[in-house]
Structure formats: structure tokens, C-alpha cells
């Protein structure tokens, strides 16, 4: 089913993303990265309370999981809260996610900031 989702997520088919990480999930309750796929997913298909839910679940189980606190920058930024995206992309920054620190400088860069 992780190799299914991975697939899944680089075709761009994000609602079968969802799907076969909710079964993985059902399975192993504790995967981190069925969580953080899902929480991707959920957050390009615009589902963006249940994406900061399974990013905040794999925190849960792992706390300094940069890429969780990147999904969530990317949630927040996606509504428009930068702020808050700023902070979680600052915070995977910091836990050594290179994309993190893309993220992090590009919202930095913005006219708007």
C-alpha cells in the first residue's frame, strides 16, 4: 500500500493517495509517513483541516518530523495564513528539510510579506 501511495502521489492522483493511505493507516496506526503522504494529499486536494490533523498525528508520533512541519507550512500558506506558514516552514528549516528551507525563503520573499 506505501508503494501504491507513492506511485499514486507522482501521478498527481491525490484522492487515490487518500485512499490507499487511509487503508495502510487501518493496518499500521502508527506509520509517521502515511500520515505525512495523506496530510500532503489532503492539502492539494484542498481538505485542509483533515491535511493539518494527520500532519499534527505524525508529530504526535514523531515530534521533530521536518517534513510534517512542512505539510503544514504548506496547508497554512495554501490558506493564505503566512504567518503560521512561515513558522512551519522556518521549523522544518531548522530540522534540516532542504524543502523546508526553499518554502521558508520564498514566503519570506513574497511582496505581500
Do not use: W
Request: aromatic letters at 10%; hydrophobic letters at 35%; proline letters at 4%.
Amino acid at each position: 500500500l506505501q508503494s501504491e501511495s507513492i506511485a499514486a502521489f507522482k501521478n498527481g492522483n491525490y484522492k487515490e493517495v487518500e485512499e490507499t493511505t487511509t487503508k495502510l493507516l487501518e493496518i499500521e496506526p502508527e506509520n509517521v509517513f502515511a500520515y505525512i503522504t495523506r496530510s500532503g494529499a489532503r492539502a492539494l486536494l484542498q481538505k485542509y483541516s483533515p491535511a493539518i490533523d494527520d500532519a499534527h498525528q505524525a508529530l504526535n508520533l514523531d515530534p521533530d518530523n521536518g517534513i510534517a512541519y512542512n505539510n503544514l507550512g504548506f496547508v497554512y500558506e495554501q490558506m493564505e495564513d503566512i504567518i503560521r506558514a512561515e513558522l512551519f516552514y522556518k521549523k522544518a528549516c531548522n530540522l534540516g528539510v532542504s524543502l523546508g528551507c526553499n518554502n521558508f525563503k520564498m514566503i519570506r520573499e513574497r511582496p505581500n510579506f
